[in-house]
């Protein structure tokens, strides 16, 4: 029977009440604790080879006959009005055979905020040639003064959103009984997500349906928002997305790309690529906003924090949400004093989208480097400053936590946290060895709706059908293995088709780390679906009662001890199939679900020149069930070495008098090469949240990033004794960093 | 556009200026021609006609860095600045001769800005973001030289050959000026053929960059001693390779605001680098 | 026409305007998408195919300037055993610039069987992986032959 239940939903951070409808019994108990037959087991990618070999077909290598490319004129300035636009002579040219203007197409502006905003866009018989046309675009611009400085934004009004103001207790007493008062202000920079494959898509009218290819995490919110924007009914547009080169939060909707293809394939009759360059991608397709964070924590002398304060400045861009940099402050610890105020503010510069944790990256590498600064003064361990705070409860509205196992993490960190001694004995000359640590809290709970289905053919193999994506990180592989393990099947009779709209049920978002417990108890769900389908036939074939039956190695087995093989009881079935259905129950009531860890760095600082290297990271993770242990450590790695550009090289930068974006190319915008990648420890503790769905799994995209950057520079300060306090540690951060630190300590040394 | 593939070091000469432009590893032109920022209705392909490989002391200008970067018989200093220049793909398709004819990578004039070096009256890095620019003769303009094989020739005091004559590196590069903005003292069309590179006692070449490879020096330090003579030079730090008399010289730096770290960085460079010289 | 040596195979294509890049020809014209574009500028390493065995960008190679040079692309080396290293090792995520990886390090471990680490680092530094599939990239280079 089909249940309507009202549930919490929460996006990175974001929470909406909604009505989901569950059908079917999805109250299966969890699998006991640790690896099962596949689950729990290193896998290999299912899509691997398609992939390594390049025969996996990415939007970017989507081919149709008659297909035209897309280019769009974007605004050279900051801020700007177009006066004038005319596209007759970009028309005349050969090979073109559209071209449109803000007349025809809603995201193309006649006011762009923004170096980059678009503005009209060419359609020809290559994308050479449109970019030709674009040339012969006549506008007339006017060049308006731009808003650049988030302060002054914030002085003048020009914000995203009110404010936001947040306060438990009473700060201010608990400020006045702190032994140990710490203030400082923490800054971080702009942030370019750099997707390998860049956004685009290919759109194409079928009859009366819109087929849309695109690169993205989210092939129904893109399908949706066409439908509403075009208003067709949605299943009218049919979304397909088998592989995508990377997303990391900023694919999570069509685009105004996809919106300038649909309006030249109407324009044309054509198919139409809209594809983004390198340079465009920099400009035009979100970023991790810059922040400035002002921070107090006031702590008794045994380290109790009794107040914390902060306020925050979002440098969001011309459009885009103010993210929850907050969101440590308020959560990560004990503290019963907590105030936030946090400004959104609206800039003429790009807009900012979802990347990886977002808010959560940045403020907790403002909360976590306070920390340390407050253990200095205190002369107390750090790591035994994170425990003797540690929340046992969510104190911003008093729920349970559905599972923690932060103090656990603590006590793995051990390990790697006793070795700072030897780690610091190793300096040598000007190189300068030290360790850090930071504690990490993020959302990753997933929830409903999602849907999967899993069919089972004579042969004995199964498929799982729903219309999610893969965005790189093995989804794929993932629900192929909580497939096989509740089918009792080997991993390779187990198939996975995702990635179309038309082609399987609603599947959720790739972000906010939700796909793995979203998905996940869905397909099982659908599984057990069908397992209970099969059982319930061999039972009558062979005379048995069902609960003597199960299912094991692809065998259905018999508790006497006899089996038959899988593929014996459902050939029976000739041309029939099984089909099994599952949804995604709602997450537990009154509780939170966040994930939790802790990394510890080991960095070495030549104090000479400024250079630093991230030596070895540790990271340790409490994300619930593992699913895929080979995959998890991947996607760990991966986000440490995002943090690792973010704390160390890469930094978005334009010109500060017109607002114009400078780093667009990959020469001047610096992603880590393999050469940058420290020595790495990943341990996630593997225990199952009782709490959440049939699996107990969390997210583990989005956690591995949280703590980076302040463990890395927590280090810096262990081994330099200097204070940095905005990313990116460049060498000229660094440096600035060490003269500060001499002249303090020779201060401190002069006679008074 | 055309390509014309000369197999004569004359008619190679003869194809090249009037606005011709000579294509070998491509690295650095093909993406200048396809940013705009270069213009050719010709291409001359030179490399049938350009000298390729080591022979004693003298380096065909056709070599590839990757060639030079494991080759024991040229100096340390220019192997090891050709093995931490750019990428391993790039090293192995651009030539030393390439190399050391590449334009800035000043994003304001890679980006179009109508600034000093394009001929314009106002350096945009001055006012603006300038953090990997110079702190060397950037009076008129603050590009930084991208180079590090250069700063190793300069060090090394090396000689390049040309179709129509013998110069030192040193005398390959000007500061631009209002009547000539190019950095590159070569004629139209004149051709690097080879470079004679003096063998020195000992030599090295030391780059601070912001990641640990493929990433242009923010300063390199290139340091070559023969007898008592030690020639020090500076890649990143003005807008042509810079010859430092001694480190003494770093005193009298003109560096903007945001490039002042980089008298602080090449300190230590420096002297890490002639102590690993003597 | 323009012949080109592809993988083994001579190919014609229809002679393309002057300062089109061999990562279009590959592409658009031969249908060889294993071949990635991801900058377009020659500062990420995804375009890399081999040139008589050595490694080049396609993005900023003129075809024209190919001449009777033997391309080799992911597509030739797809039963190379690196492409069996890279799925066990997991060396990769989204996969975009896998393609590239793969022909990097076979220029390496063809000169190198036992690449070092440090040369392995020394050898892919122009490959970026935005992912971070780093460390599982230098575990398949170094174990390519398991």
Redesign the interface.
């Known amino acids: 029977m089909a249940r309507l239940i009202r549930t919490e939903k929460e996006v990175e951070g974001r929470y909406t009440e909604q009505w989901v409808v569950v059908e079917g019994d999805d109250a299966i108990d969890q699998w006991p604790r640790g690896p099962g037959a596949v689950v729990g087991r290193p896998a ?2 299912l ?12 939007t ?2 989507v ?1 149709l006959p008659g297909l035209v490319h897309a280019a769009v004129l974007r605004s050279p300035f900051a801020r700007a009005r177009v006066n004038k636009l005319d596209l007759s002579r970009a028309l005349e040219l050969p090979g073109v055979v559209g071209a449109i203007g803000p007349d025809d197409c809603h995201v193309l502006q006649t006011e762009p905020g923004y170096h980059g905003a678009p503005v009209a866009a060419v359609a020809a018989d290559s994308f050479a040639r449109a970019r030709e046309a674009l040339a012969l675009v006549e506008v007339e611009w006017e060049e308006l003064e731009a808003l650049l400085d988030p302060e002054e934004a914030v002085r003048q009004g020009s914000v995203h959103e009110e404010a936001r103001r947040y306060e438990r207790g009473d700060v201010d007493g608990g400020f006045a009984e702190a032994d140990v008062v710490v203030e400082a202000e923490y800054r971080t920079q702009t942030v370019l ?6 956004h685009q898509s290919v759109v194409r009218w079928e009859g009366d349906t819109l087929e849309v290819y695109i690169s993205t995490q989210y092939i129904w919110g893109v399908r949706d928002a066409i439908a509403r924007t075009l208003e067709l009914p949605p299943d009218r547009v049919r979304v397909i997305c088998k ?4 997303g ?1 939060g900023s694919k999570n909707n069509p685009g105004d790309y996809t919106y300038i293809g649909i309006a030249l394939a109407g324009r044309t009759g054509r198919p139409v690529r809209c594809a983004l ?2 340079r465009e991608e920099n400009l035009a397709t979100g970023n991790r906003n810059a922040t400035i964070q002002r921070l107090r924590a006031g702590a008794r002398s045994d380290g109790t924090l009794v107040a914390l304060d902060g306020e925050y400045v979002n440098a969001v861009g011309w459009a885009g949400w103010s993210g929850p940099t907050y969101g440590p402050v308020e959560m990560l610890y004990a503290c019963d004093n907590v105030r936030t105020l946090t400004h959104g503010a609206k800039l003429n510069l790009p807009p900012n989208a979802a990347f990886r944790a977002p808010g959560f990256v940045e403020g907790t590498f403002g909360l976590e480097c306070l920390l340390d600064e407050l253990a200095a003064r205190l002369e107390l361990d750090p790591l035994e400053l994170r425990r003797r705070n540690h929340a046992d409860h969510d104190l911003a509205d008093g729920r349970p936590f559905s599972s923690k196992n932060l103090l656990e993490c603590y006590r793995r960190a051990d390990a790697h946290w006793a070795r700072r001694d030897e780690v610091r004995a190793r300096s040598e000359g000007p190189v300068r060895r030290g360790t850090g640590l930071a504690s990490q809290i993020w959302y990753g709970g997933g929830g409903p709706p999602s849907y999967a289905w899993v069919r089972v053919g004579s042969d004995g193999r199964a498929t799982v059908i729903t219309a999610m994506q893969d ?4 989804s794929r592989t993932a629900m192929a293995q909580i497939a096989a393990e509740e089918l009792g099947l080997p991993l390779d009779r187990v198939r996975v088709e995702l990635g179309d709209s038309a082609r399987g049920p609603y599947a959720s978002i790739s972000a906010g780390s939700s796909t793995t417990p979203s998905m996940g108890p869905a397909v099982r769900a659908a599984a057990a679906d069908a397992g209970r389908q099969i059982v319930e036939i061999a039972a009558q074939r062979y005379h048995v009662e069902e609960r003597v039956l199960s299912l094991q190695d692809g065998h259905v087995v018999n508790a006497d001890g006899g089996s038959w093989p899988l593929e014996e009881v459902t050939g029976l079935l000739e041309d029939a199939q099984i089909l099994g259905k599952g949804a995604r129950g709602p997450n537990p009531t009154g509780m939170r679900v966040l994930t939790f860890g802790v990394q510890v760095a080991d960095v070495a600082v030549d104090v000479e020149t400024g250079e630093v290297k991230v030596e070895r990271l540790a990271a340790i993770h409490d994300v619930g069930r593992v699913i895929n242990p ?2 998890a ?3 760990v ?6 943090g690792v550009g973010h704390t160390l090289s890469e930094e978005r930068l334009v010109d500060p008098q017109t607002g114009r974006v400078l780093t667009q ?3 001047a915008y610096k ?5 940058d ?1 420290p020595e ?1 420890v990943v341990e996630l503790l593997d225990i199952p949240d009782d709490h959440l769905t049939n699996l107990g799994s969390k997210g583990l995209g989005e956690p591995p990033i949280v703590p980076t950057a302040a463990a890395i520079v927590n280090a810096i300060r262990d081994a330099t004794g200097a204070d940095v306090r905005s990313l990116p540690v460049t060498r000229e951060e660094m440096l600035r960093a060490l003269a500060e630190a001499r002249e303090r300590e020779r201060l401190a040394a002069a006679p008074a | ?3 014309l593939r000369p197999e004569s070091l004359a008619s190679a000469t003869a194809s090249l200026g009037n606005g011709s432009k000579a ?1 070998a590893g ?2 650095e032109l ?2 200048l ?3 705009r920022l270069v213009e050719a209705e010709t ?1 001359v ?1 030179v ?1 049938a006609v350009v000298p390729r490989g080591v022979d004693g002391t003298r380096i065909g200008a056709g070599t590839t860095l ?1 060639e030079l970067e494991v080759d024991p018989q040229i100096p340390q200093a220019l192997r090891e600045a050709c ?1 931490l220049a ?5 090293r ?2 651009g030539t030393i001769g390439g190399n050391l004819l590449q334009a800035t990578r000043c994003w304001y004039w890679r980006l179009k800005y109508p600034c000093y070096l394009h001929g314009g009256s106002l350096c945009h890095a001055r006012q603006g973001a300038h953090r990997e620019h110079a702190i060397f003769g950037n009076e008129r303009c603050a590009s930084a030289h991208p180079s590090d094989p250069a700063a190793a020739l300069l060090a090394l005091g090396a000689a390049v050959r040309t179709d129509r004559r013998e110069l030192p590196v040193a005398d390959l590069y000007r500061l631009p000026t209002d009547d000539d903005r190019d950095v590159v003292a070569l004629e139209p069309g004149e051709l690097i053929l080879e470079l004679e590179v003096p063998q020195p006692e000992a030599s090295t070449y030391l780059k601070a960059m912001d990641r ?3 990433s242009f020096a923010l300063v390199g330090v290139a340091a070559a001693r023969s007898g008592d003579e030690t020639r020090l030079a500076l890649s990143g730090v003005a807008p042509i390779p810079w010859l430092l008399g001694s480190p003494d010289e770093l005193d009298r730096a003109t560096p903007l605001p945001g490039t002042a770290y980089k008298v602080d960085l090449a300190r230590p460079l420096l002297r890490r680098a002639l102590a690993a010289v003597t | 026409m323009l012949e080109l040596r592809v993988n083994g195979a001579l190919l014609e294509v229809p002679e393309p ?3 089109r ?1 061999l990562a279009e020809t590959l ?1 658009d014209d031969l ?16 375009c ?1 195919v081999q040139l008589d065995g ?4 396609s993005c ?3 075809v ?2 190919v001449g009777d040079a033997e391309v080799t ?3 030739g080396l ?1 039963d190379h055993p690196l ?1 069996d290293a ?3 090792a ?10 590239g990886q ?1 022909v ?1 390090a076979a220029a390496l471990v063809a000169a190198d069987p036992e690449p070092t680490r440090e040369r ?19 575990e398949a280079v170094l174990t390519w032959r398991d």
């Open positions: 290999t990618r899509d691997g080879h398609q992939r390594a070999r390049g025969q996996a077909i990415y970017a290598d081919q997500h750099n997707s390998m494959e860049t592989y995508m080169g990377g990391f360059t390198r965005i790189g990180t093995g080979l995959g450590r991947s996607q790695e991966g986000g440490i070495i995002q190319t990959l020469d992603l880590p090469t393999i050469a990648v790495m | 556009m055309q390509l294509l491509g690295t093909v993406p021609l396809r940013s291409l392909d490399r990757a093995a750019a990428s391993p793909q790039l192995s398709m640990e490879r493929f | 305007p002057v300062g890049t592409r249908g060889l998408t294993g071949t990635k574009i991801a900058c377009a500028e020659g500062h990420c390493g995804a890399t050595v490694p080049v960008l900023i190679t003129l024209h300037s692309t992911i597509e797809r492409v890279f799925v066990r997991d060396a990769l995520q989204c996969g975009f610039c896998t393609p793969i990097s392995v680092r020394h050898a892919l530094a122009g490959n970026l992986c935005r992912c971070g599939a780093y460390p599982r990239i230098e």
